[in-house]
C-alpha cells in the first residue's frame, strides 16, 4: 500500500499538519459553538497535544485526521479524515471516518466532499471493510453528513466512556458504511 502525502477533491486538500495551523485550531477548539457536543472545549495546549498525536500518526501509517485546506485560498478550516477508534468503545477495532471545520466554513459541504475522499481512501488504498463514524444522538448536522457520506445508522446506540453517563452528550449513535456499500454509492 502506497502512503499518500496529500488527498485532493475539487475544493479541498487533506494534508499533514503545519505549525500556522495551530493558532486556527485553537480557536476553533475553544468555540463553544464548534465544541457544542462535547463535553468541554480544549485549550490551546490540548489542542497542541492532539496536532502532536494526529501529525505523527499520519508521519507512522500516512493516514489520519488530515489538516483540511481550501484549494483556492491555502485556509486552513480544520480537520477531516481517518482515526483509529478508542480501543474501549464497544464495536471496536474500527476506523472511524470524522471531521470538525470552524464555524465559518460550515454550511459549504465541505466536511462532506472531504469525508468522500476520505472514505474512498479508507475502502480504494486501506482496503477496509467498513468505516464507522459516531456522534451524539442530538448533533442532527454530523448526522446528516453521516447519511450524505451514504453511511447508516446501525441502531447501535452506546454510552461513549469518557462522558459520564448521566451527561446529556453522553449517548451516542453509530453510522456505518461498508466497502460493498461504497462501491455501489459511487457507480
Given at each position: ?26 480557536e476553533l477548539n475553544a468555540d463553544s459553538e464548534v465544541m457544542r457536543y ?150
Amino acid at each position: 500500500m502506497k502512503k499518500r502525502k496529500t488527498l485532493e477533491s475539487d475544493r479541498i486538500i487533506l494534508r499533514q499538519w503545519k505549525d500556522s495551523d495551530i493558532p486556527v485550531f485553537a480557536e476553533l477548539n475553544a468555540d463553544s459553538e464548534v465544541m457544542r457536543y462535547f463535553p468541554e472545549t480544549r485549550t490551546e495546549q490540548q489542542t497542541r497535544d492532539m496536532v502532536s498525536v494526529v501529525s505523527a500518526g499520519i508521519n507512522k501509517t500516512g493516514w489520519g485526521f488530515w489538516a483540511a485546506e481550501l484549494k483556492k485560498s491555502g485556509e486552513f478550516i480544520g480537520f477531516v479524515g481517518l482515526n483509529a477508534a478508542p480501543a474501549d468503545l464497544p464495536f471496536s477495532p474500527c476506523v472511524e471516518v470524522g471531521w470538525r471545520l470552524h464555524r465559518k466554513y460550515w454550511g459549504n459541504g465541505y466536511a462532506t466532499e472531504a469525508g468522500k475522499i476520505s472514505l474512498a481512501y479508507a475502502f480504494e488504498q486501506l482496503e477496509l471493510n467498513e468505516v464507522v463514524s459516531f456522534t451524539t444522538q442530538s448533533n442532527v448536522k454530523s448526522r446528516r453528513v453521516m447519511e450524505r457520506l451514504g453511511m447508516k445508522n446501525t441502531g447501535r446506540n452506546f454510552k461513549y466512556p469518557d462522558v459520564p453517563a448521566d451527561h446529556p452528550l453522553s449517548e451516542h449513535v453509530l453510522y456505518s458504511i461498508s466497502n460493498t456499500q461504497w462501491q455501489v454509492g459511487t457507480l
